[in-house]
């Protein structure tokens, strides 16, 4: 059996794309607005998967952020017809807050993420195994390096195909089944994947050889990626996965 759809609710931001001034760039953008929450996205199969919860401005413990935030993802749920409770699994890629923030949302769901971070962190969620396949057609990938126990979710579609409206009667793309890899922070954003980087400024950074073979492991495996603070973009297989990182 096969995922039948999936969405991205809320595209993430980034402070500092791969090409970017580590100094200057992270300043200029927190005063332009940019928050640099995770990308959410909704796996539709057995059961509705939402992956990570795309928490904005973690830097700001305020009150009034946690509210803006549950607000802003509450809306992009309402945006595809669906609450917080009609979300079956939210899956965390990893324990940084700005893909966890808005869990509180989700205080009836199945909270799913890495056997090794529940262990790490004391979770009292469910743990699941690398190649755990937790709803049809979509399973666990362990994929260290930006944090030891980061996972990221491998799905394979059902045969699709997209209908665009036109002049004379549209036109039908046959898309058929593919395999997409929601990558998390294994994969912050496209610059980072076409310039061979990772992103490696946060205290608790694992490995950046454990990092670049996530990163080989997910073009091995998938077609398409969706990346932990970017959209959606195909894998290119002659991309240089050795670049020496910044």
């Given amino acids: 059996m096969a995922a039948k759809t999936v969405k991205i609710i809320k595209r993430g931001t980034v402070t500092v794309e791969a090409f970017e001034d580590p100094q200057k760039a992270p300043a200029?953008?927190?005063?332009?607005?940019v928050g640099g929450g995770s990308t959410v996205t909704l796996i539709e199969s057995d059961a509705k998967i939402l992956v990570d919860t795309g928490f904005d401005c973690e830097w700001n413990p305020s009150k009034y952020n946690i509210m803006k935030n549950e607000k802003v993802l509450s809306f992009a749920l309402k945006n595809f017809g669906l609450k917080s409770e009609d979300v079956d699994i939210v899956?965390?890629?990893?324990?940084h807050r700005d893909h966890y923030g808005n869990l509180r949302l989700f205080e009836n769901c199945e909270i799913?993420?890495?056997?090794?971070?529940?262990?790490?962190?004391?979770?009292?969620?469910?743990?699941?195994?690398?190649?755990?396949r937790i709803a049809d057609g979509v399973w666990v990938m362990y994929t260290p390096g930006h944090t030891v126990d980061h996972?990221?979710?491998?799905?394979?579609?059902?045969?699709?195909?997209?209908?665009?409206?036109?002049?004379?009667?549209?036109?039908?793309?046959g898309i058929g089944s593919v395999?997409?890899?929601?990558?998390?922070?294994?994969?912050?954003?496209?610059?980072?994947?076409?310039?061979?980087?990772?992103?490696?400024?946060?205290?608790?950074?694992?490995?950046?050889?454990?990092?670049m073979e996530s990163v080989r492991k997910i073009e091995s495996t998938a077609d398409y990626i969706i990346s932990g603070h970017g959209g959606m973009f195909a894998i290119h297989r002659a991309n240089a996965t050795t670049t020496e990182n910044e």
């Avoid at 200029?28 to 607005?33: E, I, R, T, V, Y």
């Avoid at 056997?115 to 699941?128: C, I, M, Q, S, Y």
């Fill in 28 to 33: 200029l953008k927190k005063l332009s607005g």
């Fill in 179 to 211: 395999r997409i890899a929601i990558a998390g922070d294994a994969v912050v954003s496209e610059s980072y994947y076409l310039l061979g980087k990772v992103w490696r400024y946060n205290q608790d950074f694992y490995s950046e050889k454990e990092a």
């Fill in 151 to 173: 996972a990221s979710l491998i799905l394979e579609t059902e045969k699709m195909r997209y209908t665009e409206k036109g002049g004379f009667g549209g036109q039908i793309v």
């Fill in 91 to 95: 899956f965390i890629t990893h324990w």
């Fill in 112 to 132: 799913v993420t890495s056997k090794p971070a529940v262990e790490r962190h004391g979770l009292d969620f469910t743990g699941a195994r690398d190649g755990k």
